[in-house]
């Protein structure tokens, strides 16, 4: 024959087993109430400066949509055309 023997499917790889979360590093929490009390400062602290820069962000970028030359503008400017 010109042609060759016919090519049998191979099987498909079997399911690899999933596998859990990591465990995360160990936290020793302080035993101290003035080093306590410092941990909920900076905990306090660090989510108002979270939120003040997105919000800082989000107002930035609001901006920027509003001005002339955009990606709205050039969307719209290839639709005339």
């Known amino acids: 024959m010109a042609q060759g023997a016919v090519k049998t499917k191979s099987k ?3 399911p690899k087993k999933q596998k859990g ?3 995360g590093a160990r936290v020793v929490k ?17 989510a ?19 001005l002339k030359g955009g990606k709205r503008d050039k969307k719209e400017a290839k639709k005339t055309k």
């Open 48 to 66: 108002g400066l979270v939120g003040q820069t997105e919000k800082l962000l989000a107002e930035k970028a609001g901006h920027l949509e509003m």
């Open 21 to 23: 979360a990591k465990p």
């Open 12 to 14: 498909p790889a079997a």
């Open 30 to 46: 302080p035993k101290k109430s003035s080093l306590i009390s410092q941990n909920k400062i900076k905990k306090k602290s660090a």
